[in-house]
């Protein structure tokens, strides 16, 4: 009766997705745990993606709104966001996002891009890196590493909301070792093909979304 009943709610759960993602779904309910384990973490990649997905654009939200003028809720990263059930470190993501809500809006969308990167390396970071200031202030000078490097004029601009964010994670004044590893990591290329893919598949992606009516 127990596995039965599993599987009746996993393809209650399939039909969710299927329904958010637009996509098909199996209606037949798994016959053996071993189906029923494949299907389940098919769906959990499949949330897992969802989340981040819809956590990156919420932030990409706030990070482009005016100070104190986001339309995203703080609780709802936050709740996304790995430490959602480790008070100590959904504190510290509160505080990383509620500085950004507070801040002025980030008009250049190549600094824009690399304070998103930088906030939701903290989201999606695993709670014992988010309490660890080493930890966390490593995890945020690698995910901004990713990203493009941004034009040379707003480099500084963009190094310094990077250094900010990493203040406001450890609690702690960044020291100007670590600004200049901040600064390394942002003006320091990233991979230049795999710079050159993203560049194409986001043309590629916006024009789906035209032909899908997004």
């Given at each position: 009766?127990?596995?039965e ?11 969710k ?36 997905e ?65 906030v ?95």
């Open positions: 009766m127990r596995f009943d599993l599987a009746v709610r996993l393809v209650a759960v399939e039909a997705l299927a329904t958010l993602t637009g996509t098909s779904v199996n209606t037949d309910n798994a016959s053996s745990i071993n189906e029923l384990d494949a299907r389940l973490s098919v769906v959990e990649a499949q949330v897992d993606q969802l989340i981040t819809k956590t990156q654009k919420q932030i990409e939200a706030i990070v482009a709104a005016p100070a104190d003028a986001a339309t995203v809720a703080v609780g709802s990263i936050v709740a996304m966001s790995a430490s959602a059930d480790v008070p100590q470190a959904a504190d510290v993501v509160a505080d990383v996002v509620i500085a950004q809500v507070e801040a002025a809006a980030i008009a250049d969308p190549e600094v824009a891009a690399i304070v998103a990167a930088a939701a390396a903290v989201v999606a970071a695993d709670p014992e890196v988010v309490t660890d200031p080493v930890a966390i202030a490593t995890a945020i000078t690698e995910a901004v590493a990713e990203i493009p490097a941004p034009s040379p004029e707003v480099a500084q601009a963009a190094a310094a909301a990077v250094a900010e964010i990493i203040a406001v994670a450890t609690g702690e004044e960044v020291k100007p070792e670590m600004h200049e590893e901040i600064v390394a990591a942002v003006t320091t290329p990233a991979d230049p093909a795999l710079d050159e893919i993203e560049a194409r598949l986001n043309v590629a992606e916006a024009k789906v979304d035209s032909l899908l009516g997004k």
